[in-house]
C-alpha cells in the first residue's frame, strides 16, 4: 500500500534522513522504533506532506505522493496524528472532531463515525463541550486519535501515542490500537516504547541517526539481541 | 450637563469609536492568529472602500446600493493582496513580512496619489448619517448609533460564521495550531484568503463609517486608524478575535477618557499616550487582556 | 572595507592592507571632490543628501545588522537631531523672532555647529536608553511595533510642542553649516564605528547567531545589555545625520520624520544586505540615483510621440515594488552579509579568497 523508496529528507542544511526505504501492506500494524532524533518524526513528516524529501519517492496505491501537500494526502486517506497531539486548544472537543471530517461530505457517515469513536473512548462524549486545551494529556491523546479516526483514514500514521502517558491511560490507547489493527485499518506506527510497539506490530524497522539499521517481523525484532540492549532494556 | 447625562454621553462616544476600532482590529487579528503576519496595508483597504464609495456615488448610485458592492470590492481587494503580495513570502521571518506589508501600503497610498491626487475630496454623506440628535444635553450623532449598531450586526454574523460554518472553524483552527489544521486537510489557501477578504470586508464597514464622520477622503485616511486598531488588537489579545473586539472597545474608552481627563493643552498628547500604553502592554503583558497562548520568541 | 579573506597564516604584506583599506576610502571621497570641483547645484544636492542617506543607512544597520532586529523608530532620533541641533544652534536673535515661546533657558542659548550637533546627539542617546530600557527587552517583530510607537509619539509630540518646533507648521531659520565635507567626514566616522563593531569578534559571532537567538541565549548572552550599546550609539549617528541634514535643508517639518522617510532607509538598508558595511553604501547608492531618475519621470517627459503625464507617487510605487522584490527573490539583499572584498584586487598570487565569511 506504502511504499517509500531511497528517502532524503533535509531540514534546512542537515540531512535528516537518508535513503530509507520501507513499506507498509494493507492491514498490517508496521512500526519504526528507534531512539530520540532517529528520525521517525520526520519520516511520517514526509508521508504526510508537511515535509518535501529532496530525493526518493513516496508511493501509495500506485501514485507517487511525495510531492502532494497536506491537503492532497488527506483526500487520499491517509491521517497523521502527530507527536505532542496537536489538539487545538481554543476548540471545543466537538469541534476538534468536525475538524477531523473537514474533508468529507458524507454526514450520515460521519454521525456514524463519530458514535463508533465515542464507544472506543466514551470519556470524550462527556468531554463534547470543552475546550481541548482544558482535557488532561491522556483525554488530549484520546481526542487526537479519535481526531485522526474521523477522517475515515485507510492508513494511519501514528507519532508517540504512548509519549508522557500514566501505564494505565497508555494500555487503554493500546487496546484501542489493537481494536484497529483488528478491524483491518493500517497503521503505521512510531514509538519510542519499543516493547509495546513490537508486542502489537506485525513488522518492525529500527531507525538510528536517520538510517535504517534493522528491519524484521516484530517477533524477530524482539528476540533480536542487538534491539533488546538498545530498545528494550532501558 | 447632569453627571448621568455626561456619563451616557460619554458612553455613546465611546461604545461608538470602540465599534470602529473593533471592526478595523478584528481584520488585523484574523490575518496575524494564522499568518503571524501584522498586515499594515489593512489601513489601507478603509481607504479603498471610501474611494470605490465616492466613485460610485459620483455616478448617481444610491447609498445602500453602493454599501454591499464596495464591501465586495474591498474583500476582493483584500484577495488580492494576499495572493500576490503575501503569498511569496509565506513563511519569510515575521519582520520581513511586516515591512512588506509597509511596501504594500505605499503602493496601494501612491497609486491613488498617482492616479486622483493627494488632496482630501470632500465626500457626500448621506442625509440619514449626518442627522444629530438632541435629548436634553445629550448629543447624539446618528452615524454614532449605525456604527453601534452595524457592528453589532456584524459581530453577530462573524460569531455565527466561525462557530457553524466549516471554512470558519478551519480559520480558527488554522489560527490555533496550524500544523494540525494542516494534517486535518484543510484548505489552507482557501482559509487565509477567507480570512484576508472578511477582514477587509470588515475593514470596508469601518471605512465608510468613519468616512461618514469625516466627510472627506484621502489617500492616506488609514494609515493612522490600522496603527490604532493595531494597538486595539493587541491590548484586547493579539491574534484572537474576541481579543480584537474586547481591545477595540477597550481602547475605545481609553481615548475618550483620556480626552476628558487631560487637561486642556495636553489634550493632543492623548495620542503619544495611547502609544506609550501599547508599549508597556508589549512589556507587561504583551498577549493582552484575554491572554492569547504564549509562544516563545526571543 | 578590508578583506575577509585575510588568515593570520596568511597575512598579507602591509602595503596591500593599506591599499585595500585606501581603496574604497578614496573611491568615497570621489563623491565631495566632486561636489566641490566641478558638480552643479543639482549634482551637489544630490551628493550631500547620498551621504547623509548612507549615514542614516549605516546608523540603522550597526544595531539591525548586530542584533538582527528591526527598529522602525530610528527617524525619530533624526528629528530630534534636526530639531535639537536648528534650536540650539539658532542665533538668539532670530530664535526670538522664530520660536517667541521658547522657554528662557533655551532661548538665550547659542552654540556653534559641532557644539549643536553633539549635543542633539547627546540628547537623542539618552532618549535611546530610556527608550530601550523597556523595548529591547521584547521579541522580535514586537521590537518593531514598538519602536513604530515611538516614532508616532516622537511626531505626535514635535505637532504638538509648539513653543519648542512650531508644530505642523514649517521650522525655518535654521543656521546653514552643513558643507559636503562635513557630512563625509561624518559618514567617514560612521563607517569606522560599524566596522568595529560589527566586525570585531563578538560582532562577528552575533552576526552569525542573527538567526539564532536560541542559540545565542543559550551561550548566556544577555539580550537587553548587548541591544543597548548598538541601539544608543547609532541612535546618536542618526541623530547627527539629522542635524547635518537640519542644517542643509534650513526649513523642514514634522513631515519629514514619518513613515516616507523610514521606509526609504528601510529600502536602501535591505536592497544592501543587512549586515553588511559596503552593502548599505551600494544599496543606498543604487536608491538614491533611483529615485533621482524616477523623480524626474515623474514630472512627466515626452516620448516623441506620446507626452506622459506627470505621475507624482510613482517613484515611490516603484522603490515599494523593488523592496517586495528583493525579499522575495533575494532576501539577504545585494551583499548579504559580506563585505566587497578589496584584498582581491591586490593579491594576485593568493588563491581567491571566500567573499563568504
Given at each position: 500500500m506504502l511504499d517509500l523508496r531511497d528517502l532524503d529528507v533535509f531540514y534546512g542544511g542537515i540531512?535528516?534522513?537518508?535513503s530509507i526505504s520501507l513499506h507498509v501492506s494493507e492491514g498490517e500494524l508496521v512500526t519504526l522504533i528507534g531512539s530520540n532524533g532517529a528520525g521517525k518524526t520526520t519520516t511520517l513528516r514526509a508521508i504526510s506532506g508537511l515535509l518535501r524529501p529532496r530525493k526518493g519517492t513516496i508511493v501509495y496505491d500506485g501514485e507517487?505522493?511525495?510531492?502532494?501537500s497536506p491537503y492532497h494526502i488527506v483526500q487520499r486517506g491517509i491521517s497523521h496524528c502527530p507527536e505532542g497531539r496537536h489538539?487545538?486548544?481554543?476548540?471545543t472537543v466537538d469541534e476538534n472532531l468536525r475538524l477531523g471530517a473537514i474533508?468529507?461530505?458524507?454526514a450520515r457517515e460521519v454521525r456514524r463515525d463519530r458514535d463508533w469513536v465515542f464507544s472506543l473512548f466514551p470519556v470524550l462524549a462527556e468531554r463534547?463541550?470543552?475546550?481541548?486545551?482544558?482535557?488532561s494529556g491522556g483525554e488530549q491523546q484520546m481526542l487526537a486519535i479519535a481526531r485522526s479516526l474521523m477522517s475515515k483514514p485507510r492508513l494511519i500514521l501514528l507519532d508517540e501515542?504512548?509519549?508522557?502517558?500514566a501505564p494505565v491511560l497508555v494500555d487503554t490507547i493500546f487496546d484501542v490500537l489493537r481494536q484497529l489493527k483488528e478491524s483491518g485499518r493500517t497503521i503505521l506506527l512510531v514509538e519510542q516504547n519499543a516493547r509495546l510497539a513490537l508486542d502489537i506490530a506485525d513488522r518492525g524497522y529500527v531507525l538510528e541517526t536517520g538510517r535504517l539499521i534493522l528491519q524484521d517481523t516484530a517477533e524477530a525484532l524482539r528476540a533480536n539481541e542487538q534491539v533488546e540492549q538498545s530498545y528494550l532494556g532501558g | 450637563m447632569s453627571f448621568l447625562e455626561y456619563m451616557l454621553q460619554q458612553t455613546i462616544n465611546a461604545l461608538s469609536i470602540g465599534s470602529l476600532y473593533a471592526l478595523m482590529a478584528i481584520g488585523l487579528a484574523m490575518v496575524f492568529g494564522i499568518?503571524?503576519?501584522?498586515?499594515?496595508?489593512?489601513?489601507d483597504m478603509m481607504m479603498v472602500a471610501s474611494y470605490s464609495a465616492l466613485a460610485l456615488l459620483l455616478a448617481g448610485l444610491p447609498y445602500w446600493v453602493v454599501v454591499p458592492i464596495v464591501v465586495l470590492i474591498t474583500a476582493f481587494a483584500g484577495i488580492l493582496m494576499e495572493r500576490f503580495a503575501y503569498r511569496p513570502i509565506r513563511g519569510a521571518p515575521d519582520v520581513a513580512m511586516l515591512l512588506t506589508s509597509f511596501a504594500v501600503t505605499i503602493i496601494l497610498e501612491n497609486s491613488v496619489v498617482m492616479m486622483i491626487g493627494a488632496r482630501s475630496r470632500p465626500f457626500p454623506v448621506p442625509e440619514f448619517l449626518r442627522a444629530v440628535y438632541h435629548y436634553g444635553n445629550v448629543t447624539v450623532a446618528s452615524v454614532n448609533v449605525v456604527a453601534i449598531i452595524a457592528t453589532a450586526i456584524l459581530l453577530v454574523l462573524l460569531t455565527l460564521f466561525v462557530t457553524r460554518t466549516d471554512i470558519g472553524i478551519s480559520m480558527r483552527a488554522a489560527a490555533d495550531d496550524m500544523t494540525a489544521a494542516q494534517l486535518m486537510g484543510i484548505p489552507i489557501n482557501r482559509v487565509i484568503a477567507a480570512a484576508f477578504a472578511i477582514g477587509s470586508g470588515l475593514a470596508a464597514v469601518a471605512g465608510l463609517l468613519w468616512t461618514a464622520k469625516v466627510g472627506k477622503v484621502d489617500p492616506y485616511m488609514g494609515f493612522f486608524p490600522v496603527l490604532k486598531a493595531f494597538v486595539a488588537a493587541v491590548i484586547g489579545g493579539f491574534g484572537t478575535i474576541p481579543g480584537a473586539v474586547l481591545g477595540g472597545f477597550v481602547l475605545g474608552s481609553l481615548e475618550i477618557s483620556l480626552q476628558g481627563l487631560l487637561p486642556g493643552q495636553w489634550s493632543s498628547y492623548r495620542d503619544a499616550l495611547v502609544f506609550g500604553i501599547l508599549i508597556v502592554v508589549l512589556l507587561v503583558?504583551?498577549?493582552?487582556?484575554?491572554?492569547a497562548r504564549a509562544r516563545e520568541e526571543i | 572595507m578590508d578583506g575577509i579573506g585575510t588568515r593570520p597564516e596568511t597575512k598579507a604584506p602591509d602595503w596591500r592592507r593599506v591599499a585595500a583599506i585606501a581603496t574604497p576610502l578614496l573611491l568615497l571621497s570621489l563623491l565631495p571632490l566632486y561636489a566641490t570641483f566641478g558638480a552643479s547645484a543639482y549634482e551637489q544636492r544630490v551628493i550631500i543628501v547620498l551621504g547623509i542617506d548612507i549615514m542614516l543607512v549605516l546608523s540603522l544597520n550597526l544595531f539591525n545588522g548586530f542584533t538582527g532586529v528591526f527598529s522602525l523608530g530610528h527617524v525619530g532620533f533624526m528629528a530630534l537631531g534636526a530639531y535639537g541641533s536648528a534650536i540650539l544652534s539658532m542665533p538668539v536673535a532670530h530664535k526670538a523672532i522664530?520660536?517667541?515661546?521658547?522657554?528662557a533657558w533655551l532661548a538665550g542659548v547659542e552654540l556653534g555647529f559641532l557644539p549643536s550637533i553633539l549635543t542633539a546627539g547627546l540628547l537623542a542617546a539618552v532618549v535611546a536608553v530610556v527608550i530601550g530600557l523597556?523595548?529591547?527587552?521584547?521579541?522580535g517583530h514586537y521590537v518593531a511595533v514598538a519602536t513604530l510607537s515611538f516614532l508616532v509619539i516622537v511626531r505626535v509630540v514635535l505637532i504638538n510642542a509648539t513653543p519648542f518646533t512650531r508644530g505642523s507648521r514649517t521650522f525655518f531659520g535654521t543656521?546653514?553649516?552643513?558643507?559636503v565635507w562635513w557630512v563625509y567626514a561624518w559618514v567617514l566616522i560612521t563607517i569606522y564605528i560599524a566596522w568595529r563593531i560589527l566586525r570585531s569578534p563578538y560582532g562577528r559571532a552575533m552576526l552569525a547567531q542573527r538567526e539564532d537567538r536560541v542559540a545565542a541565549l543559550a551561550v548566556g548572552v544577555n539580550v537587553l545589555r548587548t541591544r543597548m550599546l548598538p541601539f544608543v550609539l547609532s541612535a546618536f549617528l542618526t541623530a547627527v545625520a539629522g542635524a547635518l541634514w537640519g542644517h542643509y535643508i534650513l526649513s523642514f517639518s514634522?513631515?519629514?520624520?514619518?513613515f516616507t522617510e523610514t521606509f526609504a532607509i528601510i529600502t536602501m538598508l535591505v536592497v544592501g544586505g543587512m549586515g553588511s558595511i559596503s552593502g548599505s553604501v551600494v544599496g543606498t547608492v543604487l536608491i538614491v540615483l533611483l529615485t533621482e531618475t524616477l523623480r524626474e519621470l515623474e514630472r512627466g517627459f515626452d516620448l516623441g510621440f506620446v507626452q506622459v503625464p506627470p505621475l507624482y507617487g510613482l517613484s515611490q510605487i516603484l522603490m515599494a515594488v523593488a523592496f517586495i522584490s528583493v525579499l522575495i527573490f533575494?532576501?539577504?539583499?545585494?551583499?548579504g552579509n559580506t563585505e566587497?572584498?578589496?584584498m582581491r584586487l591586490f593579491s594576485k598570487r593568493e588563491r581567491t579568497a571566500d567573499k563568504n565569511e
Open positions: 540531512r535528516a534522513l537518508k507517487p505522493i511525495h510531492a502532494l489538539i487545538f486548544g481554543n476548540l474533508q468529507r461530505r458524507d463534547l463541550r470543552q475546550l481541548g486545551g482544558t482535557l501515542p504512548s509519549l508522557g502517558l | 499568518l503571524r503576519l501584522i498586515n499594515f496595508a489593512h489601513g503583558r504583551p498577549n493582552g487582556i484575554l491572554g | 522664530n520660536l517667541p515661546e521658547l522657554p523597556p523595548v529591547l527587552r521584547l521579541s543656521p546653514a553649516y552643513t558643507s514634522p513631515n519629514a520624520f514619518y533575494r532576501r539577504e539583499g545585494l551583499l566587497i572584498n578589496f
